[in-house]
């Protein structure tokens, strides 16, 4: 297959407005590694790939809302002289299957599935269609498309081309999430997996940088919930689970994950607290209804001889002040400005109470940290954000690093008319300031997207570098910096 290669199924067709088009407009093509034309001049230090993943094909009567699109990995590798680019949609049996139909085999964020796929799901079946569209792993040299509730997809880290699903030679159950937390001091990753029959279970896994993965534990959830995200320090792994939930009974005959889910403002948010060597003692605390995507980092400190473990997260009042912008956005309806504040929890782990306080008042979503710092105290975070302007166009326009301890906010601007993504933060020494900082932009104007790279030390310098593809690309969610193997 050559370098530059058409998509096999023609995209949907896109609403109007730039940003809608970039979203639904799907890939005009893959292609291998090229070169990429650089702007300014590239870091001689910055050395390794950055991989990131989102939805990027959409097919006509097939996807109803953004979440549901088929995934693709774009990939940006510098070596400190030049970039490569590289783009690859996914490839995964459900996904392959439904590529061009109708006929709801399976179940996507609000795609209903038919009945006969509904009882098959509810006796412990696949009900999910494998998008592999929101992260990506690099577990022990091999990287991983990770969607909600499915396997894993296997891809080739050097020519991006799918491998095939995998459940770790039995490992995993059903299927995984699509946020691991690594913890250096244990060099251990962290991951979860929600699984969904007749009883719902959470599944803790570990994947040690040597040696096999394991499942650390299962544990019974009250219902189908939306958990997306968790926290990970040197002795706990802690989830947030949001009054979000539904009976599986409820999902049989909804027919879809978020149309099923019933925001319950009467319950209570819930902590738990899993010891990682004694993943059975759970602890279980109450605190006031909220939700939350995103973890920014936790971790544990001694504090006016109590012992605490703290959060930090973007936060939300309820579910649907998130999920009207994501279907606000693809439907070109003006939206509000993002709803979520980044917030800090403490919990204290001899009373086994926890409170929160605002850290910012400032929108913004995909909370980062100093790569060091993860599962060590910090002091700066690291989001996207938005203006008030911004609103109706429906997208990140800037970065902001917010000082834990003061709340100041400096804000790093991508551009007049440009949409950015979720920042890597790739570090240079323990100094939180001493990063490059790169996120992939499309530029409305230019019809474009390039990778930028900023400097910590000098954010109103603007980028440094941007490397650019000769396409648009459609807004990535998630993904990972790997430093290049010396």
């Known amino acids: ?42 870091p001689v230090d910055l050395r390794g790939t950055l991989y990131r993943n989102g939805p990027a094909v959409f097919t006509a009567g097939r996807n109803p809302h953004w979440f549901d699109g088929t995934g693709a990995i774009t990939a940006v590798r510098a070596d400190g002289v030049e970039a490569l680019g590289a783009v690859r949609v996914v490839h995964t049996p459900s996904a392959d299957h439904d590529a061009g139909r109708a006929d709801n085999r399976y179940s ?7 009945w006969g796929q509904r009882v098959r799901a509810f006796a412990g079946g696949q009900a999910a269609r494998n998008t592999a569209s929101i992260n990506v792993l690099l577990w022990q040299q091999r990287l991983f498309a990770l969607m909600e509730t499915t396997l894993p997809l296997e891809v080739d880290p050097v020519t991006l081309r799918s491998l095939g699903e995998t459940d770790l030679h039995g490992v995993i159950p059903k ?86 889910l019933r925001w319950r403002p009467d319950a209570k948010t819930e902590v738990w607290i899993i010891p990682i060597d004694d993943p059975q003692r759970v602890v279980r605390l109450k605190t006031e209804p909220f939700f939350f995507w995103h973890s920014a980092n936790a ?21 649907r002040d998130t999920l009207d912008f994501t279907i606000d956005v693809p439907a070109g309806r003006a939206c509000k400005p993002q709803g979520g504040r980044l917030y800090r929890g403490e919990i204290d782990l001899d009373a086994q109470s926890v409170r929160w306080r605002r850290l910012a008042d400032v929108p913004g979503e995909f909370p980062a940290v100093h790569p060091t710092r993860r599962a060590l105290q910090h002091g700066k975070v690291w989001m996207t954000s938005q203006r008030i302007g911004a609103a109706g166009e429906g997208w990140a326009d800037h970065l ?87």
């Open 1 to 42: 297959m050559g370098a530059n290669e058409q998509l096999a199924s023609a995209p949907a067709s896109p609403p109007d407005g730039p940003v809608l088009e970039a979203i639904f407009g799907g890939l005009q093509r893959e292609h291998d590694f090229v070169p990429l034309r650089v702007d300014g001049r590239l």
């Open 108 to 114: 996507g964020f609000l795609q209903k599935m038919s």
């Open 175 to 260: 299927g995984w999430n699509a946020h691991p937390h690594y913890v250096p001091a244990r060099r251990t990753t962290y991951q979860f997996g929600l699984r969904i029959g007749p009883k719902v279970f959470l599944d803790v896994f570990a994947l040690p940088d040597s040696g096999g993965a394991q499942r650390l534990a299962s544990l019974a959830l009250p219902g189908v919930m939306e958990v997306h995200d968790f926290f990970a320090t040197y002795n706990h792994l802690v989830f947030v689970l949001p009054p979000l939930w539904c009976h599986p009974l409820q999902m049989l005959w909804e027919g879809s994950f978020a149309g099923a």
């Open 299 to 319: 971790f544990e400190r001694s504090s006016g001889g109590t012992r605490q473990i703290v959060l930090d997260l973007v936060r939300y009042a309820q579910f």
């Open 400 to 486: 902001v690093c917010i000082d834990v301890a003061s709340g100041a906010v400096d804000r790093i601007a991508a551009g007049p008319r440009c949409a950015l993504s979720e920042p890597a933060i790739v570090a240079r020494s323990d100094r939180e300031n001493d990063v490059w900082l790169l996120a992939l932009v499309r530029d409305l104007d230019a019809g474009a997207t390039h990778l930028a790279i900023w400097d910590g030390e000098r954010l109103d310098a603007g980028p440094v570098a941007r490397a650019w593809f000769d396409q648009q690309l459609p807004p990535p969610l998630h993904g990972v910096w790997i430093p290049a193997r010396t």
